[in-house]
């Protein structure tokens, strides 16, 4: 009897015990508040980098004006962009090296600097080399702003709120590229285009410069980390050459195809690839046997991660590819102006800017797979519709069909990194912050460069620009774009089910 009390008291001790720590676990996650000044660090930093990418997106509705204005053919002008982005590719993989030798407002600091002053010369530029110039600086200013901002979430983030923290940051990416064409096309019809870089001027001076000043800090202490100057040459190398292979290819199909001369732009694009591919190798190669390579790569071994990352590079094809493809089909075979033709963009723009945040608070509380699967299966009904309409479209049809797409696209994407990253040891997600990056970069060119070719071969043949036969191509051109865009995402899908199934059974292992 004695036994049995002593029994029956030591199992409600210990079951008192167990159920008082479950309650104090659970008060701690729920006291894992974020602190204030996280919050105005990554609003601080994250508008640098929607800025960067506002004025990339802004820049290709502005086409046509910059033509008359420089004098320029659709080629030339077309640098602008390409050139732009090829700098923010070639400047991401720098972030790893800078995270760690750099402290956060050293950065901060800069990237305004770089902000700024790139601003200063779109505005007073009066020649198209000079407008370049200004465009390699804005560049390198994103590309330092992005990854800082992604560090800074990572970094000194309460665990339970990482998901949606990274929702909050994903604003920058997604929403920024899909508002750039209304924004543009609502400025080049009451203004002149440099008015875009008046007002952004004092937006970084008077709100996110203040506020990072106050806002950025340094929780990890810096490294005397070394740069391989010949790792950097080489992935830059890799990065503009399959950028401009990517480019090139693409005029050289559509003059090809219209019956024009290809021959230059054909051999530009194999040099191109060839010259890419060669340094990318290299860049790998080299960076296994560096003792302090640029970018640490042995967590890519890891198929899990790996699988994530050729998801997290598919979706922006699409997801930024999408800007470019509605507003041409809306000019080109619906007959809208510019304005509207970017206006269509902004319901998915909108619902986006909702449920980035809504989509990592859901992977906080569920886990990866319900909330990532659940968005890109909602995602793809958009180019699905959009493909059985294509030839039936209407202005609205069109921007509620895209409204689809940015719902789940917007819910989804920021946690396929989140995911990712979360699964390689904290002292590499710098590095990988980094490759993320630069693959979403090289994403969003590959998908402008793709779709626009695409569009290209329909329109070829078809009469002069305006006319019945021209419409009815890029309808034609548009639903070979969906087509393409539902294979993209199926493809991701299937690489993010790979994944999860390589996960579970690592953890039925456990």
């Known amino acids: 009897m004695e036994e049995r009390n002593i029994t029956t008291t030591t199992a409600a001790t210990e079951s008192q015990a167990i159920t008082t720590n479950a309650g104090t676990q659970e008060a701690a996650i729920s006291d894992e508040r974020i602190p204030g000044k996280l919050i105005g660090a990554i609003v601080a930093v994250g508008s640098l980098a929607f800025i960067g990418i506002l004025t990339e997106t802004v820049m290709t509705v502005l086409f046509p004006q910059l033509m008359r204005e420089f004098n320029v053919d659709t080629a030339t002008v077309?640098?602008?962009?390409?050139?732009?982005?090829?700098?923010?590719?070639?400047?991401?993989?720098?972030?790893?090296?800078?995270?760690?030798?750099?402290?956060?407002?050293?950065?901060?600091?800069?990237?305004?600097?770089?902000?700024?002053?790139?601003?200063?010369?779109?505005?007073?530029g009066h020649a198209f080399p000079v407008i370049l110039i200004a465009r390699v600086i804005?560049?390198?200013?994103?590309?330092?702003?992005?990854?800082?901002?992604?560090?800074?979430?990572?970094?000194?983030?309460?665990?339970?709120k990482v998901g949606r923290l990274m929702g909050v940051g994903s604003l920058a990416i997604t929403v920024a590229p899909a508002i750039g064409p209304t924004v543009g096309g609502a400025v080049s019809s009451i203004l002149p285009w440099r008015a875009i870089f008046v007002i952004v001027i004092p937006i970084i001076l008077l709100v996110s410069l203040p506020v990072g000043l106050k806002c950025v800090e340094q929780h990890r202490p810096t490294e005397e980390a070394r740069l391989n100057s010949l790792q950097f040459v080489s992935i830059v190398l890799a990065l503009c050459g399959l950028v401009m292979f990517l480019n090139q290819a693409g005029?050289?199909?559509?003059?090809?195809?219209?019956?024009?001369?290809?021959t230059v732009s054909a051999v530009f694009a194999v040099v191109s690839l060839i010259v890419g591919l060669g340094a990318l190798l290299f860049f790998g190669w080299s960076s296994k046997r560096s003792f302090s390579p640029l970018i640490r790569l042995g967590w890519l071994r890891d198929p899990m991660v790996l699988l994530h990352l050729i998801a997290y590079m598919l979706l922006p094809i699409v997801g930024i590819g999408f800007?470019?493809?509605i507003t041409n089909v809306a000019q080109l075979s619906l007959g809208t102006s510019a304005f509207l033709s970017g206006a269509l963009v902004l319901p998915g723009a909108l619902i986006g800017a909702f449920f980035a945040p809504v989509g990592g608070m859901l992977y906080d509380r569920f886990g990866p797979v319900r909330p990532i699967l659940?968005?890109?299966?909602?995602?793809?009904?958009?180019?699905?519709?959009?493909?059985?309409?294509?030839?039936?479209?209407?202005?609205?049809?069109?921007a509620g069909f895209y409204f689809i797409f940015g719902f789940g696209y917007s819910l989804g994407f920021s946690n396929i990194m989140t995911n990712a990253l979360r699964n390689i040891a904290p002292q590499f997600m710098p590095d990988g912050n980094a490759v993320f990056n630069t693959c979403l970069q090289f994403g969003g060119a590959a998908g402008t460069a793709l779709f626009s070719t695409i569009l290209s071969v329909a329109q070829a043949g078809a009469g002069e620009e305006g006319g019945a036969t021209f419409r009815h191509a890029t309808a034609v051109g548009g639903s070979w774009t969906?087509?393409?865009?539902?294979?993209?995402?199926?493809?991701?899908?299937?690489?993010?089910?790979?994944?999860?199934?390589?996960?579970?059974?690592r953890n039925s292992r456990l």
């Open 78 to 124: 077309q640098w602008i962009t390409t050139i732009y982005l090829l700098v923010v590719a070639a400047t991401m993989p720098l972030s790893s090296y800078l995270n760690r030798r750099f402290k956060h407002r050293t950065l901060f600091l800069a990237a305004v600097a770089l902000a700024v002053l790139g601003s200063l010369i779109m505005i007073v």
């Open 138 to 160: 804005q560049g390198m200013g994103s590309g330092v702003a992005t990854p800082l901002m992604i560090n800074i979430i990572l970094e000194q983030s309460p665990k339970s």
């Open 251 to 262: 005029v050289a199909v559509s003059a090809a195809v219209s019956g024009g001369s290809a």
């Open 323 to 325: 800007g470019y493809v």
């Open 374 to 398: 659940g968005a890109f299966f909602a995602a793809i009904c958009g180019p699905i519709l959009l493909l059985v309409f294509s030839m039936r479209l209407t202005p609205v049809t069109l």
């Open 482 to 505: 969906f087509a393409t865009m539902i294979g993209i995402v199926a493809i991701a899908i299937c690489c993010l089910i790979a994944a999860f199934r390589i996960g579970a059974k």
